[in-house]
């Protein structure tokens, strides 16, 4: 059974305006119709949200003001007050120029460098909302798993199958013993042999990809400590991570699908898991990594210089 996405977070302090924004990205896709209305008025227009009472809200959407308060505790506010408190920052913030409005879709008859442009917004808009809504305290979990684990799998397909590799390489690099799987029967046939101290990585950014879930799921009951790398927390991966690493996306459209502004959060994810291993067994990622950079040198010299 999908578990239900929290709609309070006992102990856990509000999100900052700056990262509403992306808390809606990440959690429209699984509101319902009218609690998505609500979420996206408010983050296209924080100011003008942020003048109205909670009768004035649910007008302004055709809702109701129990959906106005569902989707602000959703969202991480403890009521519609805080809310509105976070609208008015964001509002501040966009009005002094350091959050810039949202850029239009790509067009089919947009000139090359409005598409640079808007991809670039778009790209770093992404890594905004991601390094904004990613949970530290779930990222050092992750992090002292990897670096104490016997050995890693990492599961991924398509896209985030070539994001999947990029992390095997990384570790490789400073001496971890690392697999990276986008076959299903390989990635499961491979699960069973993990146990506890080893770790299971998925990632998927729809959070409900069967080939990515069901190694996931036979390494967690083996006992391995698992993580999965998603834009989906309350996706079916969910229920089988120990650690959930939210990823951002930009938004979707018909010339730029979601596997292209998922893979550049799920990129930074695996930086961030690279770095804090690295410096967790700095001691002997050191070596390795020089030993690596001193063999690649090597075989690309030219060969009367070897």
Do not use: W
């Not at 408190?85 to 964001?90: F, I, N, R, S, V």
């Not at 790209?123 to 890693?152: F, H, N, P």
């Not at 990129?267 to 950079?293: K, M, N, W």
């Amino acid at each position: 059974m999908t578990p239900n996405v929290k709609e309070t977070f006992a102990g856990e302090a509000p999100p900052a305006p700056a990262a509403l924004a992306a808390k809606v990205r990440t959690l429209a896709p699984s509101m319902t119709r009218s609690m998505q209305r609500v979420a996206e008025t408010v983050a296209g227009d924080p100011a003008g949200c942020a003048a109205l009472t909670v009768t004035g809200l649910a007008e302004r959407t055709g809702t109701s003001e129990a959906t106005v308060v569902r989707t602000a505790r959703l969202l991480g506010y403890p009521g519609y007050r805080d809310l509105r408190l976070a609208l008015a920052g964001l509002a501040a913030h966009q009005q002094s120029g350091r959050a810039p409005a949202v850029t239009a879709d790509i067009a089919v008859d947009d000139p090359i460098a409005d598409v640079v442009a808007k991809l670039a917004y778009d790209e770093q808009q992404t890594l905004a909302d991601t390094a904004a809504g990613l949970d530290t305290v779930q990222l050092g979990a992750a992090v002292s798993a990897l670096a104490a684990a016997g050995r890693i799998d990492i599961y991924g397909v398509g896209a985030s199958g070539l994001v999947a590799q990029d992390l095997h390489q990384k570790l490789l690099r400073i001496g971890l013993i690392a697999h990276a799987f986008s076959d299903p029967h390989l990635a499961v046939t491979n699960a069973v042999q993990l146990r506890a101290k080893d770790v299971a990585i998925a990632i998927t950014h729809s959070g409900s990809t069967g080939d990515v879930i069901e190694p996931l799921r036979v390494a967690f009951e083996r006992g391995a400590t698992t993580v999965a790398i998603t834009g989906r927390p309350d996706g079916p991966v969910s229920q089988y991570a120990d650690h959930v690493l939210t990823t951002s996306t930009a938004r979707e459209s018909e010339l730029r699908p979601a596997a292209m502004s998922s893979r550049t959060s799920q990129l930074l994810v695996v930086d961030c898991l690279f770095i804090g291993v690295a410096q967790r067994t700095y001691e002997t990622a050191a070596p390795a990594l020089a030993a690596s950079y001193e063999a690649l040198a090597h075989r690309h010299a030219p060969r009367g210089a070897r």
